[in-house]
C-alpha cells in the first residue's frame, strides 16, 4: 500500500474514522452483499483478525467493509468460495508471511483448506 505523499497530505485536513461496531457492519454485509448463512460472521472474524494483525504488527492491512462486501460480490458472481478468498481477501497481501498468515486464518476460520498459487509458484523456481 503506498502512502500519500506529504505535499498532498498538507492539503487537506485528517479524519479518523474507525471501522463500525460488530453489528452495524454485519448489517452493511447483510444489506448489500446477503450471503449464506454463516458467510457473515466468518467474514467479521476474518476481518477482526485482520485488523488485530495489524495493531501487533503481524500484517500491513486490515480488511474494511468494503473489502467484506466486495468478497460477497465476487463469491455471489464465482460461486467459487476459494477463487473469492484468494481475489478479494488473499491478494490484498504482497509479502509471502503475510499471505501464509492470513492464509491460515482464513482456513481455521472456513474450515478449508487453500494453496497458494503464488507459493508454489516460488517453490518451483526455487527448484530449478
Do not use: H, W
Request: proline share 2%; with cysteine.
Amino acid at each position: 500500500m503506498k502512502e500519500l505523499n506529504e505535499d498532498l497530505k498538507s492539503r487537506f485536513t485528517e479524519l479518523f474514522v474507525n471501522y463500525p461496531k460488530r453489528e452495524k457492519e454485519k448489517q452493511i454485509i447483510d444489506c448489500v452483499a446477503s450471503l449464506e448463512e454463516g458467510f457473515t460472521e466468518k467474514l467479521l472474524a476474518l476481518a477482526e483478525e485482520t485488523r488485530a494483525g495489524v495493531a501487533k504488527g503481524e500484517l500491513s492491512y486490515a480488511l474494511s467493509p468494503r473489502d467484506l462486501v466486495m468478497f460477497g460480490e465476487v463469491y455471489k458472481a464465482l460461486r467459487d468460495l476459494k477463487q473469492a478468498l484468494f481475489l478479494t481477501v488473499v491478494n490484498r497481501y504482497e509479502d509471502s508471511q503475510e499471505r501464509k498468515t492470513v492464509i491460515a486464518r482464513i482456513e481455521a476460520i472456513f474450515g478449508i483448506q487453500l494453496i497458494d498459487s503464488e507459493e508454489t509458484k516460488e517453490e518451483q523456481k526455487e527448484e530449478q
